[in-house]
């Protein structure tokens, strides 16, 4: 098991803000020793049990603002990880998604949207070929066929916080995501599903939070389908010294203030940050999607490495 070893940063001013607050002001400077324990809730040693409290507790508080605050943190980027995200994985009609930790339901949203340009880019294909038919005809005859404009593909949202994703059902039915998906209540580390089930496993921002990312990563497995995928976006390490600094200022500085600001709760926003700084490196948690029995696991790296999206085959 991981040991996350907060030391006092050795250099200039960091190091006396240290001395003078007591406190750890930047703390990617500071892991001189730095490895990654579950059980740890931001810079703070709880039990798993407390863990869950806490994190449930922080999704309660922060998911009426939860989007908007998303847009702000990362100045809109998030939505283009997002996006890679489903470049990445590259659904088709008929597939059968799982998005745990899915919150208020981006991901699912982008794949439904995906395999909608996919099939209407098809039965325009379809309309070429059939030219005599007309468009009415063709989606008719695929309804009859028993193919709807999704191709059977179906996404499942999976969250253990009922109350983000009640602001994600009403975020669907404000624009019109209304076949296709389903809401289930569950913990990622005892999914509430059969083996086998899903073509495709996502989670993104989700797996940091869990106090057994190994339990949780095995559920990914047994869900899967044989040649099924498993994609993680997730929050990184940066390499670059320099944008490192800068993020960290970004962080601990002005994203609890902006948590305060917009949705009255400093602390939340500090545990997310923290939480973030605390998660293993790119390599790392490659190693630990490796021990779950995933195969070919690979990572991309976003924006200089802020955020990552990790991926692997169950073979
Ligand atoms: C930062 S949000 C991410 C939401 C969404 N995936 C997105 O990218 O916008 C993290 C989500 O993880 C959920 N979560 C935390 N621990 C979980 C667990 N053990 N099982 C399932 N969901 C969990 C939280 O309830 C929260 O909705």
Redesign the pocket.
């Known amino acids: 098991m991981a040991v996350v070893v907060i030391k006092r940063c050795g250099v200039g001013l960091c190091h006396r803000l240290c001395g003078i607050t007591g406190r750890h002001w930047f703390p990617r400077l500071q892991h001189t020793d730095r490895q990654y324990i579950e059980t740890q809730f931001g810079f703070e040693r709880v039990s798993e049990s407390e863990k869950r409290e806490k994190?449930q507790q922080v999704?309660d508080n922060v998911a009426q603002k939860y989007d908007i605050m998303?847009d702000l943190m990362t100045l809109g980027i998030h939505r283009l990880w997002?996006e890679r995200l489903l470049r990445l994985m590259k659904p088709y009609p008929g597939t059968q998604l799982l998005?745990?930790?899915?919150?208020?339901g981006?991901?699912a949203f982008l794949f439904l949207d995906y395999i909608h340009s996919q099939r209407e880019a098809q039965m325009h294909r379809d309309l070429k070929s059939w030219q005599n038919l007309s468009w009415l005809e063709i989606s008719k005859s695929y309804q009859e066929t028993g193919q709807d404009l999704l191709g059977g593909s179906h996404a499942v949202i999976?969250?253990?916080?009922p109350k983000?994703m009640t602001f994600g059902k009403k975020k669907a039915q404000q624009l019109g995501y209304t076949e296709g998906l389903s809401w289930v209540v569950?913990?990622?580390?005892e999914l509430p599903f059969v083996d086998e089930k899903f073509d495709i496993y996502t989670v993104?921002?989700?797996i940091r939070?869990?106090?057994h990312i190994k339990q949780?990563l095995q559920e990914a497995y047994r869900v899967l389908k044989p040649g099924g995928r498993f994609l993680c976006?997730e929050f990184s390490q940066v390499n670059n010294p320099l944008i490192s600094r800068i993020y960290d200022l970004y962080s601990f500085q002005v994203i609890p203030v902006l948590g305060e600001v917009i949705a009255g709760d400093w602390k939340s926003y500090q545990y997310l940050v923290e939480s973030i700084r605390l998660f293993p490196a790119q390599e790392e948690f490659k190693a630990m999607i490796e021990d779950a029995g995933f195969m070919k696991v690979n990572y991309h790296n976003l924006t200089s490495g802020i955020a990552a999206i990790h991926s692997g085959f169950k073979l």
Do not use: P, W
């Open positions: 994190v999704f998303n997002k998005d745990v930790a899915g919150g208020t981006d991901i999976c969250d253990i916080n983000m569950g913990n990622a580390e993104g921002f989700g939070n869990m106090a949780a976006l």
